[in-house]
Structures are given as C-alpha cells and as structure tokens.
C-alpha cells in the first residue's frame, strides 16, 4: 500500500488497499503501453483466455477492461476528489500486475502522487492523467487491434466512474469535493466543444417489478457473447435479451 494513499481504504475501500503500488513490489508486471502493440495485446488475451478459440475477442477485450476500469477508477479517482491529489496512472508511468485469471491485481505506479497546487480548472483537467493518458490510448488501441466498439469501452469505464461518485456520495463527503466528479459525469462536451464520453453512462428507472429504481446502463457490455456469461444485472437489455443471450442469474 502506499502510504500517502492509506486513509481511503477503510471500509468497503479496503479491499483496493493494495491495488497501487510503488515500484519495489516484487510482483512480475509488464509496462501498461504494452497493451497498445498488439503483440502485447495478443500476449495479454492468451493470459486470459488460453488458446483463444472460439472466442468473441471484442467480447473478451471489454470483458477484461472492466475489471481494469473498475480497479484503476476507484483509487484514482477517490485520492483525486478526497485527497485533492493526482496520481501518475498514464500508460507510459504504469505497469500491470496480473493475477492467476489474467486480469489486473495491481498498477505499479513511480510515486505515490503530487497534491494539486491550485484548483484545477474543472473535471477535464482534475481527471486529465486517467482520462487523456490512459483511457483514451487503451480504448484507442483496442478499437484499432480488436474492432471492440469505442462506445462499449467508454461506456464501461463511465459506469464504475459513476457508481464511485455515487457510493462517495453515501458518505460523509462534502458535496463540494465531488464537484469535479459531478461534473465530468453531467457535462456533455468537453472545453474544446468534442464529445465527453464519459457522460450520463447510466439512467435510473422506475419498473413496475424487480429492484427499482433500477441502475440501468446505456450501453451494454457485450459480455452476454462470452460462453457461460449472463446479462449484467444493469444491462439495458435485461428486459428483451439478444438472441442467444441468457438473462441475469
């Protein structure tokens, strides 16, 4: 765990305590830039899912970025808005730690952070490191190499963000330090007037059965094309699923 990072992890946070690291981990690891070659790439999926037959490789790829979203997302993210401090998780600054399933289980990261100066001007340039450095070339590289749609990875990446600035909310956070937060999720455009694909990636709606309000996301993961998978308990199809898709469990 790094230290300067330590009072985040309390609670239901606890189990991301040990998600970034410094750089005398002794875990093997590979440079996260890897992920953009698509030797790399290949090299990553066949960790993953062995021999790769018969396999859905779009699927696959948005299947895997979920769980390295979800887990890069929620201490970047908490230490940015709770501790006003930026973190060095571009591609080019990180390695990845796999575990025994081929997914992440840690960022290894050179420091532990810089705390910001001054305010940043807005979520744009709070969250510049993960969106621009990191997001952005990953789902870049994965539309290039795999033909996995740009939507379904943003979107991803927009749920956990979303669900993170929710669960802060639930806390005793003072509504003004999720501002930034608030904002990357409500504004539409970016500064220089292209699209913010992190906007609005889940709707909450009233059903007349199941949970309600429901979380529903706005773009489906496409999970469901993986042998043995479900639907997502949030997924927009859960009322009519694709064909051949099986509904939640």
């Known amino acids: 765990m790094i230290s300067a990072l330590a009072p985040l992890f309390v609670g239901d946070f606890a189990r991301y305590r040990d998600v970034l690291v410094l750089r005398d981990d002794p875990r093997a690891s590979f440079p996260a830039r890897d992920l953009t070659d698509p030797d790399g790439l290949l090299w990553l999926l066949e960790q993953y899912e062995p021999g790769l037959l018969d396999v859905d490789r779009r699927a696959l790829v948005s299947q895997w970025s979920r769980t390295y979203f979800l887990k890069l997302t929620v201490p970047t993210v908490a230490a940015n808005l709770l501790l006003n401090r930026q973190l060095p998780v571009g591609l080019d600054t990180m390695d990845i730690v796999l575990d025994d399933a081929g997914l992440p289980a840690a960022f290894r990261i050179p420091h532990g952070g810089e705390v910001w100066r001054s305010s940043p001007a807005g979520p744009f340039e709070r969250f510049g490191t993960l969106l621009d450095d990191n997001f ?13 749609s740009r939507t379904v990875l943003w979107s991803n990446a927009a749920n956990y963000f979303e669900w993170l600035v929710s669960a802060m909310a639930q806390l005793p956070v003072p509504e003004p330090v999720l501002k930034d937060g608030r904002a990357l999720i409500d504004t539409e455009r970016r500064p220089d007037g292209s699209r913010n694909r992190m906007h609005a990636p889940v709707r909450y709606l009233k059903r007349e059965c199941g949970p309600s309000p429901l979380r529903q996301r706005r773009h489906c993961c496409i999970r469901y094309l993986l042998p043995d998978l479900d639907l997502c308990e949030n997924c927009p199809h859960i009322d009519r699923p694709p064909k051949g898709a099986r509904a939640a469990g």
Do not use: G, L, Q
């Not at 952005?136 to 994965?142: L, N, Q, T, V, Y």
């Open 136 to 148: 952005s070339p990953f789902i870049e590289a994965m539309n290039r190499h795999v033909k996995v």
